[in-house]
């Protein structure tokens, strides 16, 4: 595996000395490629994998997934009543990423980093489901309003 994974890692900028470094030996990892925005390295207990993100998505290595590029940021993300649309939860957890759906368009929604709410848009014709905390199809997703 990592025989066909070090050509790639060459070409995208990596040194093969520093595969072994930056894969740690124990637990799941996601690193950026330089230049490479779509494409990603996920390290399981210290083995390197290459990947792709989904067409429309690039990698966000603060997050480590692909996430459809941030076309607001929390401080875009407000109404004219109280400020805010959401409210991102104190017990931030760099693990797991906490996903809101907007509350009135059921195709947007925010993922919180660090207290802060990045509102992401899904893909034309699919609604946040909240369930899967992914992008889905209208009819598989409990939105009833309709944006």
Do not use: W
């Not at 429309?56 to 996430?67: I, K, N, P």
């Not at 076309?71 to 104190?90: N, Y």
């Amino acid at each position: 595996m990592i025989k066909h994974l070090l050509p790639l890692l060459l070409c995208a900028g990596l040194a093969a000395a520093t595969i072994s470094s930056f894969c740690p030996a124990e637990g799941i990892r996601r690193f950026s490629l330089p230049r490479l925005t779509t494409r990603f390295v996920q390290c399981t207990d210290g083995i390197p994998t290459l990947n792709e993100c989904e067409p429309g998505t690039v990698f966000d290595s603060r997050l480590e997934l692909c996430a459809v590029p941030v076309v607001e940021t929390a401080a875009a993300a407000t109404d004219d009543s109280s400020g805010r649309i959401v409210e991102c939860p104190d017990d931030y957890d760099p693990e797991r990423a906490t996903y809101i759906r907007h509350p009135t368009l059921c195709d947007v929604y925010f993922i919180c980093v660090g207290g802060i709410a990045h509102q992401q848009n899904c893909p034309p014709g699919t609604y946040f489901n909240s369930e899967l905390k992914v992008c889905d199809l209208p009819e598989k997703v409990d939105c009833a309003i309709h944006n």
